[in-house]
């Protein structure tokens, strides 16, 4: 881990009564509350820095659990084939909760719903923000994709992180950008853990969207990439107790480009108003 990330974990802890933690495979984590088990999954690229606002609101009526996904963050990286999902239950194992609802933001609502496919006992509702479904090919391709594949081809990884940084996934009010730099810039290490060891599911979440029984809100910002908005479609036609919301001047990280709706649709769900 880094001085840089080491630093900014401490200065999440100061303060308040944040509770620390690692998993047996690595899996750093932390959590504050009382009350039902909420799971905030980051973006990739990011870490749980940017859920700092959404915990302190969310922990006046629940358990809160961030996590670093693997090779992010303080958590460690990748040297054995792993999957996501696991690493989340793996949290969950630690904490001792049974159950959670999971809220999860573009990489993170994939791995949100490959938990709920994969032990659909241990989740109870699902916020999906900026949703990306496993196994699902968008009609569109990202204006930047090709640029962000020619700089991981030459492994200029300084040259990948500016391209995420300049397209619309990492568009942020003036306010936030600093942290998304940081965040963007600290977790460079993803890329080079080798693409085989993560595992993908026997059958990808999008051919199994009907066997989700879970209540499920879905966030797109209306200026998030058409591939999001194409995805929350899908969603939205194919759940059995599913709600889409679309934000007016949403964008990608919806908690950050619009956090009071963010928090709205959020709350409303999770007390029950929303599906």
């Known amino acids: 881990m880094t001085l840089a990330i080491a ?37 990739s ?36 084939p792993f999957t996501h999902a696991d690493d989340l239950f793996a949290v969950l194992d630690d904490l001792r909760l049974e159950r959670a609802t999971l809220i999860g933001l573009s990489a993170g609502s994939t791995i949100a719903l490959d938990a709920a496919l994969l032990a659909p006992h241990r989740v109870d509702r699902l916020v999906l923000a ?16 090709n640029d962000l594949i020619a700089a991981l081809q030459a492994r200029d990884f300084a040259r990948a992180q500016e391209v995420m940084l300049q397209s619309p996934l990492f568009d942020v009010p003036p306010e936030s950008r600093t942290l998304v730099r940081s965040m963007v810039t600290d977790n460079n290490r993803l ?18 969207l009907t066997e ?49 709706r963010f928090r709205e649709a959020v709350t409303a769900f999770l007390e029950g108003g929303a599906h």
């Open 45 to 80: 690229n990011l870490d749980r820095r940017m859920w700092t606002a959404e915990a302190a609101w969310l922990r006046l009526r629940h358990t809160v659990v961030r996590y670093d996904l693997r090779a992010h963050g303080a958590s460690e990286t990748a040297t054995a």
């Open 191 to 208: 890329w080079t853990v080798p693409r085989e060891l993560l595992k993908a599911p026997s059958r990808p979440a999008a051919d199994r």
């Open 212 to 260: 989700i029984a879970q209540p499920v809100l879905v966030l797109v910002g209306d200026r998030d990439l058409p591939a999001q908005r194409e995805q929350a479609d899908v969603l939205g036609s194919r759940l059995r107790h599913g709600r889409t919301i679309v934000i007016p001047e949403g964008g990608h990280m919806l908690n950050l480009t619009s956090a009071a």
């Open 7 to 43: 630093a900014a974990v401490l200065a999440l802890v100061q303060g308040g009564d944040v509770r620390t933690g690692r998993t047996g495979s690595g899996i750093a984590y932390d959590v504050q509350g009382q009350g039902p088990a909420v799971v905030l999954i980051t973006g």
């Open 130 to 145: 900026g949703p990306a479904i496993g196994g699902y090919v968008p009609k569109e391709r990202p204006a930047f994709f």
